[in-house]
Antibody, heavy 121, light 107 residues
Framework: EVQLVESGGGLVQPGGSLRLSCGAS????????MSWVRQAPGKGLEWVSG????????FYSDSVTGRFTISRDNSKNTLYLQMNSLRAEDTAIYYC??????????????WGQGILVTVSS | SYVLTQPPSVSVAPGQTARITCGGG??????VHWYQHKPGQAPVLVIY???GRPSGIPERFSGSNSMNTATLTISRVEAGDEADYYC??????????FGTGTKVTVL
């Protein structure tokens, strides 16, 4: 059974940093691309970032480019999202998502339960 | 910027058919995926590559794709289908876009 478990969320002040983690199990982690998707309060889903199975070719939405960094440790079956220079508009539930194949442009076939990030003073 | 427009809400009686549209894309060249999202839960893929249905998803869920509009159809609607539904495409090799979302209410 595929499981994706996010951790590392919480309350942070504007301008601060936070690192999210996503522990994966139930599949060969290195074979699949992964993504982060978020949902701000009362809003819809927004894609944030994606990375290939091998860890190359990361890319980002315009709203987080230059502030967020996606990475993965295939030896630990873990996906990360380093979030710097956080803004109030980054407040959201962040979902870890698995792609159907090794490329980021594939369909998301599994999602985690999500972790709340609140940016506020 | 690329925007996929969905109706904010659709209301349907149990046993009837709900149709959710997704417009604004060039669907002749893009594959459309659909996700179901219930409050407090992880989203679930219900239709992939326009009309594919993942294992475990009831046959009541179907998808279609014309030149300018993609449609998710839920036949014989049940109370458990009440959720938000989102379409999604890759507008370019580096631009993943979700639709604005549709809240399905079962009367």
């Amino acid at each position: 059974e595929v499981q994706l478990v996010e951790s590392g969320g919480g309350l942070v002040q504007p301008g601060g940093s936070l690192r999210l983690s996503c522990g994966a199990s139930g599949f060969t982690f290195s074979d699949f691309a992964m993504s982060w998707v978020r949902q701000a309060p009362g809003k819809g889903l927004e894609w944030v970032s994606g990375i290939s199975g091998a860890g190359g070719n990361p890319f980002y939405s315009d709203s987080v480019t230059g502030r967020f960094t996606i990475s993965r440790d295939n030896s630990k079956n873990t996906l990360y999202l380093q979030m710097n220079s956080l803004r109030a508009e980054d407040t959201a539930i962040y979902y870890c998502a698995k792609k159907e194949g090794g490329v980021v442009q594939g369909v998301i076939d599994y999602w985690g339960q999500g972790i709340l990030v609140t940016v506020s003073s | 910027s690329y925007v996929l427009t969905q109706p904010p809400s659709v209301s349907v009686a149990p046993g009837q058919t709900a149709r959710i549209t997704c417009g604004g894309g060039s669907f002749a060249s893009e594959n459309v995926h659909w996700y179901q999202h219930k409050p407090g839960q992880a989203p679930v893929l219900v239709i992939y590559y326009d009309s594919g249905r993942p294992s475990g998803i009831p046959e009541r869920f179907s998808g279609s794709n014309s030149m300018n509009t993609a449609t998710l159809t839920i036949s014989r609607v049940e109370a458990g289908d009440e959720a938000d539904y989102y379409c999604q495409v890759w507008a370019s090799s580096r631009d993943c876009v979700f639709g604005t979302g549709t809240k399905v209410t079962v009367l």
